[in-house]
């Protein structure tokens, strides 16, 4: 009779055979192409990769339309002009079956439901004109969120508690991009969104709304572009610029939430995380980083090897029990040589699929999908509930403009007209163990 493993000696096997697998660099093709498809908005094809759009719904007297980036590995993305939003990202696993990986909705009625709008998990988008939370002026209690920058004071929307979180209330997240196709060309095809966010309250993506709180917004007009590229080895590569008229604070990113078990298939608790990250920044109770730098040696927070997220997700640890989980960023260790530092490793045993995030950001946040509650219904019709989705967003550190300066060093969020904005990061799919297959 065949002894059945416990969970816990189940998970360290498979992070043995992990370990084992990816020393020995055994990562198998994510499959063959199937046959590409014909869309009625013409394609252009080129080593098979193609971009089609497809409209997706009007918003504002403006029309949605996603963006359909596709391999001949059978790896596609689908990207909406409305807020920059990966609607869904299709891998094979290491069988060569295809699923989509990430959490979103089928239909723009979905992005904005009125649950949507009460939940705002920021599904897929880009995150702008600051990503993550920057809390009140100066770390005094009680004072409105925002900076001092250049001896002026600017306030945001209080959106988070006493926090600004992800741009305000009407972030780069909820705003119409304009979009160019990127034909295929020196084996990439891609999409470039450009937006253009004024200063002052009241403006789209200033960061303040005037109805709902006085504020100033983010000093600067700024100018953003986000291109992206997918080659045939299923590198998603984000290339993100940014110019401004004035001295101010940015920080981008993308806010996808990751299932590589499925859309809709369930918690991301098995899967296996490795952050190559020494360090950490604790949160206070509201989320905001108290501007310590902390080891994350000895403590839940310690991914420089690979841990399933649900091992150590329910212990009694202040920091987890503020953010109900992982709700933090991780301060990265610091580039062996120029380009893209690795940042982190995301492991489904079942699939396979194996993510890897290379970045130029010093940190990443790491979310645990803490907050989705059950009234979401996603692309599958599936619902939503707390852990069936992470997210991992390369970046600056949160509330780096209040905790750039003495006695603190986070990294500068600055930029001004001398000096525009510029990082990439790098998604890679690839399967672990398998074998090719291939579509009949």
């Known amino acids: 009779m065949t002894k059945r493993l416990s969970p816990r000696h189940l998970r360290v096997a498979l992070c043995a055979m992990l370990l084992v697998l990816v020393a020995s660099l055994v990562l198998a093709p994510a499959g063959m192409a199937k046959k590409p498809k014909h869309h009625r908005h013409g394609q252009n094809h080129s080593n098979g990769l193609s971009i089609a759009p497809e409209h997706f719904g009007t918003l504002g007297g403006k029309e949605v339309v996603k963006y359909t980036l596709s391999n001949k590995k059978g790896m596609s993305v689908a990207i909406l002009n409305y807020g920059g939003i990966i609607q869904s990202l299709t891998v094979p696993?290491?069988?060569?079956h295809e699923d989509n990986v990430t959490l979103g909705f089928k239909d723009l009625a979905g992005y904005t439901s009125d649950a949507y709008k009460a939940s705002n998990p920021y599904f897929g988008a880009i995150i702008g004109r600051y990503g993550n939370r920057i809390g009140p002026v100066g770390g005094q209690v009680g004072a409105p969120p925002?900076?001092?920058?250049?001896?002026?004071?600017?306030?945001l929307d209080a959106n988070n508690g006493v926090a600004s979180l992800h741009g305000g209330f009407t972030g780069f997240d909820k705003l119409m991009w304009d979009a160019t196709q990127i034909p295929p060309s020196n084996g990439t095809v891609g999409l470039k969104l450009t937006l253009h966010s004024p200063e002052g309250p009241g403006q789209p993506g200033s960061g303040c709304d005037p109805t709902k709180n006085p504020c100033t917004g983010y000093p600067g007009t700024v100018d953003v572009t986000v291109t992206f590229t997918l080659d045939n080895r299923n590198n998603l590569r984000f290339d993100y610029a940014a110019t401004t008229d004035k001295l101010t604070v940015l920080n981008l990113t993308n806010h996808s939430y990751w299932n590589l078990a499925g859309e809709g298939s369930g918690t991301i608790n098995d899967h296996?995380?490795?952050?190559?990250?020494?360090?950490?920044?604790?949160?206070?109770?509201?989320?905001?980083p108290t501007g310590v730098i902390k080891p994350v040696a000895n403590t839940p927070f310690d991914f420089t090897r690979f841990h399933t997220i649900g091992e150590r997700l329910r212990g009694n640890d202040e920091q987890l029990q503020?953010?109900?989980?992982?709700?933090?960023n991780w301060v990265l260790a610091a580039p062996t040589h120029p380009g893209l530092n690795l940042a982190a490793r995301l492991f489904e045993p079942t699939s396979g699929r194996l993510l890897t995030i290379l970045t130029q950001e010093p940190g990443i946040q790491f979310y645990s999908?803490?907050?989705l509650d059950g009234t979401l219904y996603g692309t599958s019709d599936r619902q939503y509930r707390q852990g069936d989705g992470l997210a991992l967003e390369t970046q600056h550190f949160p509330d780096s403009p209040n905790k750039s300066g003495p006695p603190f060093n986070f990294p500068s969020t600055n930029i001004s007209p001398t000096q525009p904005y510029a990082t990439t990061t790098v998604y890679n799919f690839s399967t672990v163990g398998g074998h090719k297959h291939h579509h009949r």
């Open 93 to 96: 696993d290491r069988r060569g």
């Open 272 to 288: 296996l995380l490795q952050l190559n990250a020494p360090a950490f920044t604790p949160v206070d109770k509201n989320l905001i």
């Open 146 to 155: 925002g900076f001092v920058l250049d001896g002026n004071t600017y306030t």
């Open 322 to 328: 503020f953010g109900r989980g992982y709700d933090h």
């Open 369 to 371: 999908g803490n907050f």
